[in-house]
């Protein structure tokens, strides 16, 4: 596609009140296995492909909706190729505590991360 590295879905977020006890949710009910959990912050949780990213308030980016995170080559050229193509940036890239990030929405108003 024109030359742009496609990108991957690295993980599925999902904003939760209670990271501890959203592990064990998704690992009781699905039995998800749990990658690592980042204290009340964050935890990550096998998919068998995606992650299940579970965000407490401190890390919750796209405004406690789930929201699709896509792993690139470069943030900031793809913020701006989102740009070009009608999107937005909701919040410009950033580094974060695992990675450099950024939230933009497409078109037709859904929110998603980058990160890489």
């Known amino acids: 596609m024109d030359g742009v590295p496609a990108a991957r879905i ?7 009140d209670d990271v501890a006890a959203g592990v064990q949710f998704y690992r009781a009910t699905l039995g998800l296995p ?3 959990v980042d204290g009340d912050r964050y935890a990550a949780l096998d998919g068998q492909g995606p992650t299940l990213a579970l965000a407490g308030a401190s890390e919750d980016l796209t405004e406690g909706r789930p929201a699709a995170s896509f792993k ?3 943030v900031t050229d793809t913020l701006a190729a989102i740009e070009s ?3 937005e940036v909701v919040r410009p890239a950033q580094c ?8 933009a929405r497409d078109p037709w108003g ?3 991360v980058l990160y890489q």
Do not use: D, L, Q, Y
């Open 72 to 74: 690139v080559v470069s």
């Open 10 to 16: 690295g993980n599925i977020t999902h904003p939760v």
């Open 96 to 103: 974060g505590a695992h990675e450099i990030r950024a939230v």
């Open 34 to 36: 749990t990658k690592f």
């Open 85 to 87: 193509a009608g999107g």
């Open 110 to 112: 859904n929110m998603f």
